[in-house]
């Protein structure tokens, strides 16, 4: 599986934009950017996912480069309820391609 | 809107017991998976099912791991003679069939082996 790479933690205060950083340089061409959360004592819950395109739903955004090569996630303002342990995940477009390989993620602690 | 569901959310067993996981999915949802997930890391992939049928198990499921899924409705995760090393999160999640994008995930079952 192609690797990505994030940032341990990131801070950001509340009501405030935050741009969570994904690198995935050996990404292939058919491999969807998927980025889930994991709050505190939770299951992971998908956030949004992506191709080629940028992509915004009611949760985020998500803006992927040209080159494809990185991702950033973007809360349009960060509220307590978005502390959380974001993870950037590819995920293969071919059959066998479910499962889903988490890194560390990068823990967002959102200051009042 | 059940979600998915896991029982017992917590588990404190003695080493060398075998204990047993049960995870129900959202109910039109035909594929379930199991990961485990220890302190301070993202879950690990163990295994997937399609309807009854398990058509993945990751390296990390050893002989002392089984789960099943009859019927293709809810499954059970089982893991005989525990060791330390098994204390984790055993989290379950479902997708439907068009949901090739995001897996729905329970709350997870903690075990502790004692």
């Known amino acids: 599986d192609a690797k990505t790479t994030q940032p341990n933690s990131m801070e950001s205060n509340e009501e405030e934009p935050v741009h969570l950083p994904c690198n995935h340089s050996t990404i292939s061409g058919t491999d969807y950017i998927h980025w889930y959360r994991q709050l505190p004592s939770q299951g992971p819950e998908y956030v949004i996912h992506?191709?080629?395109s940028n992509v915004n739903n009611r949760m985020a955004s998500l803006a992927i480069a040209e080159d494809r090569k990185s991702s950033t996630l973007i809360l349009h303002r960060a509220t307590l309820r978005d502390a959380a342990v974001y993870y950037c995940?590819?995920?293969?477009?071919?059959?066998?391609?479910?499962?889903?390989?988490f890194g560390k993620g990068t823990k967002l602690s959102v200051i009042p | 809107d059940t979600g998915v569901s896991q029982d017992p959310r917590h588990k404190i067993t003695k080493r060398g017991q075998n204990v047993t996981f049960r995870c129900d999915p959202i109910?039109?949802?035909?594929?379930l998976y199991w990961y485990r997930q220890t302190l301070g890391q993202g879950p690990e992939f163990l295994t997937y099912?399609?309807?009854?049928?398990?058509?993945?198990k990751s390296r990390l499921l050893s002989d002392r791991f089984s789960a099943e899924r009859p019927k293709g409705s809810f499954s059970t995760l089982e893991i005989q003679r525990t060791e330390q090393g098994d204390s984790a999160m055993y989290l379950c999640?479902?997708?439907?069939?068009?949901?090739?994008?995001?897996?729905?995930f329970g709350p997870g079952t903690r075990l502790t082996v004692t």
């Open positions: 099912f399609q309807n009854e049928a398990q058509l993945e």
């Open positions: 995940i590819l995920r293969g477009a071919g059959a066998g391609s479910y499962q889903l390989t």
């Open positions: 109910s039109e949802h035909n594929r």
């Open positions: 999640a479902s997708s439907s069939y068009r949901g090739r994008y995001e897996q729905y």
């Open positions: 992506g191709l080629t």
